[in-house]
């Protein structure tokens, strides 16, 4: 299956949960992603916004910020085609910004990736590997390049997993893939 096949696959699956479904498996895997080690010894977490039909992430955020971690949140540069890395200290700091995801504004202080010691990454699909599939822009990709010593995990729900997720030379395999059923590692900076 190609990337686009296995990407529409994922997608049409993953919209035809209902939004309360969507909302239970979500706070399944923020359970299990507070119950992990290495994220609550973090200090700073960078993690995307939810959108759509992507496991939710804003109890995430709302949680971080309420145990004192510092949280980072994305804004899209769609000219460079780029993510920036901003300083959040509530969800009221967002607004709608590129492909309708909430961003933070104009005044919030910029991070480098690196700063973080867990990066969350949205998940389309995702296989045994830690090979996922994103929207097929790149944007994570390319950043995941600067993370330094942060763990890359991705959030997703066992229906997007599949035997084999096809990778290109400049996709970026996580170290984590957090369900709502398991939390798998594979390597990389999980201590």
């Known amino acids: 299956m190609s990337k686009s096949e ?3 696959k994922a997608l049409e699956s993953r919209r035809s949960l ?9 706070r399944a895997v923020q359970a299990r ?12 977490v960078a993690s995307y916004v939810a959108k759509r039909h992507e496991v ?7 949680s971080a910020l309420s145990s004192g971690k510092k949280v980072i949140v994305p804004k899209t540069n769609l000219l ?30 910029p991070a480098p990736l690196s700063e973080a010691d867990v990066v969350l990454v949205p998940v389309v699909a ?20 600067s993370k ?7 959030l997703a729900l066992e229906s997007q997993r599949f035997e084999s997720v096809p990778q290109s030379f400049h996709d970026v395999p996580l170290e984590a893939i957090v369900t709502e059923d398991r939390a798998l590692m594979f390597g990389g900076n999980v201590k």
């Open 6 to 8: 296995l990407r529409l």
């Open 56 to 62: 939710r992430t804003q109890g995430i955020i709302e």
């Open 126 to 145: 995702w296989d045994g590997r830690g090979h996922r599939l994103g929207y097929g822009r790149g944007y994570f990709d390319r950043e995941l390049k």
């Open 80 to 109: 460079t085609k780029r993510l920036t890395f901003h300083h959040i200290k509530s969800l009221s700091e967002l607004s709608p910004g590129a492909f309708g995801i909430l961003e933070p504004g104009p005044r919030a202080k």
């Open 33 to 44: 992603l507070e119950g992990l080690p290495y994220y609550n010894r973090a200090k700073v």
């Open 148 to 154: 330094g010593k942060a763990v890359s995990v991705g």
């Open 18 to 26: 209902p939004p309360e479904r969507l909302e239970e498996l979500s």
